[in-house]
């Protein structure tokens, strides 16, 4: 079977790890391709990070794919046709089976983005130009009040700073010593290897909760595991993947 999917962001790449994960899993034979601009992730949640000069790690697509056997088709996907089950990216054509379209929203300010929204890497750079090109104080006017706007308020900034000092004066009081830390972990080590299910329970709160996510790559479960009692065998059930010398 022939996958394509266009756009290598967050949800094109995900999408990309588990497909490839189930692939293996269930002995398919598959082809997957991701279609993309370029070979780089551009995080766009850490763009308001770029306007302000901090420079953002650079990673690469290719690296990432690499382990796990989907292809990377650099360029710009044009059109569809849906009835070919085709696809053009610069001239080439490529045929599918199934197509997963992750190419993300767009900005809707018209011709001029950079002038009003941080987007991508390079309207990013356009706006920290222009705010450094500003004379000292010049006002900026900032239309609209979600989150990506507010989450630049030093105000905002300052109070989430707050609330999080406030929550780690709670924790200290509550938190072990290391020497207390490794006696619980050895002790949660030995009843998961021995298959210690009442042990295990000891360790765990009453409300114990486990989610997991294995990003495509490892097992994992995929509803969360609630409770003492499942929770506990949840970890017997991990106990044989433990390295030995753990
Ligand atoms: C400034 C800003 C701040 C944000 N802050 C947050 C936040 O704090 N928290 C949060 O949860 N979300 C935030 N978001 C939203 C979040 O970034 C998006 O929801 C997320 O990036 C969507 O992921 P995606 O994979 O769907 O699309 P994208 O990340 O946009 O990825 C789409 C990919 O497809 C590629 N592509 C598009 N068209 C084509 C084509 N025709 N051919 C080939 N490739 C193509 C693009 O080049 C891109 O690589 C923010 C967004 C912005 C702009």
């Known amino acids: 079977m022939d996958i394509i999917i266009i756009g290598g962001g967050y949800a094109g790449l995900a999408c990309a790890f588990r497909l490839a994960h189930q692939a293996r899993r269930h002995s398919m034979l598959c082809r997957i391709r991701l279609v993309n601009r370029e070979d780089h992730l551009v995080e766009r949640i850490r763009l308001p990070q770029m306007v302000t000069g901090q420079p953002l790690p650079y990673r690469r697509i290719s690296g990432m794919l690499h382990h796990c056997g989907v292809e990377l088709v650099l360029g710009n996907a044009t059109s569809v046709d849906l009835g070919a089950q ?7 054509t490529l045929c599918w089976d199934r197509l997963v379209v992750a190419v993300g929203s767009q900005s809707g300010s018209g011709d001029r983005p950079y002038d009003a929204l941080a987007v991508n890497p390079d309207s990013s750079a356009q706006l920290l130009e222009r705010l450094r090109s500003l004379a000292q104080g010049a006002c900026i006017e900032v239309v609209g009040g979600g989150l990506t706007i507010l989450k630049r308020s030093p105000d905002a900034c300052r109070q989430v700073l707050r609330r999080a000092r406030r929550h780690l004066d709670v924790l200290k009081g509550m938190s072990e010593s290391a020497e207390q830390h490794r006696e619980l972990l050895a002790r949660f080590l030995t009843a998961m290897r021995e298959g210690d299910i009442a042990g295990l329970a000891r360790l765990f709160a009453e ?9 495509g790559y490892v097992r ?13 065998r949840l970890f017997v059930g991990f106990s044989k993947d433990l390295p030995p010398d753990l």
Do not use: I, M, W
């Not at 085709?86 to 080439?92: A, I, P, S, T, Y």
């Not at 409300?207 to 990003?215: F, H, I, L, P």
């Not at 994992?220 to 506990?232: F, I, L, N, Y």
């Open 220 to 232: 994992a479960a995929t509803k969360p595991v609630v409770g003492v009692r499942a929770v506990s």
């Open 207 to 215: 409300d114990v909760e486990s989610r997991a996510d294995g990003g």
């Open 86 to 92: 085709r696809l053009e990216v610069e001239g080439h």
